[in-house]
Nanobody
Framework: QVHLVESGGDLVQAGGSLRLSCAAS????????MAWYRQPPGNERELVAS???????NYADSVKGRFTISKDNAQRTVYLQMNSLKPEDTAVYYC?????????????WGQGTQVTVSS
């Protein structure tokens, strides 16, 4: 079983910055990618950024140039540096881990961390 714990969510003013962290523990056999998703109030969950096991990042158009995803393999942690935050970035942010267990792809989710951006 894999366990993900997010941290770093907070209330921040527009234009500010936050850094989210997601620490993974458990039996991670063959990592495919890790990602950050977010779910704004009243909306569906959406992909924010992802990073492959090889370190290739991918971003939603809405955050390109403002957010940076990175990972520390030794610490089994993925980060999301968020700069120039906007009120529309307000959401619960979830960490996701996608791995191959030898038979199938498995996805795991963290419990979420709240990011609120005030105007």
């Amino acid at each position: 079983q894999v366990h993900l714990v997010e941290s770093g969510g907070d209330l921040v003013q527009a234009g500010g910055s936050l850094r989210l962290s997601c620490a993974a523990s458990g039996n991670i056999f063959s990592l495919i990618a890790m990602a950050w998703y977010r779910q704004p109030p009243g909306n569906e969950r959406e992909l924010v950024a992802s990073i492959t096991s090889g370190g290739t990042p991918n971003y939603a158009d809405s955050v390109k140039g403002r957010f940076t995803i990175s990972k520390d393999n030794a610490q089994r942690t993925v980060y999301l540096q968020m700069n120039s935050l906007k009120p529309e970035d307000t959401a619960v942010y979830y960490c996701n881990l996608n791995m191959w267990d030898g038979r199938a792809s498995q996805r795991y989710w963290g419990q979420g961390t709240q990011v609120t951006v005030s105007s």
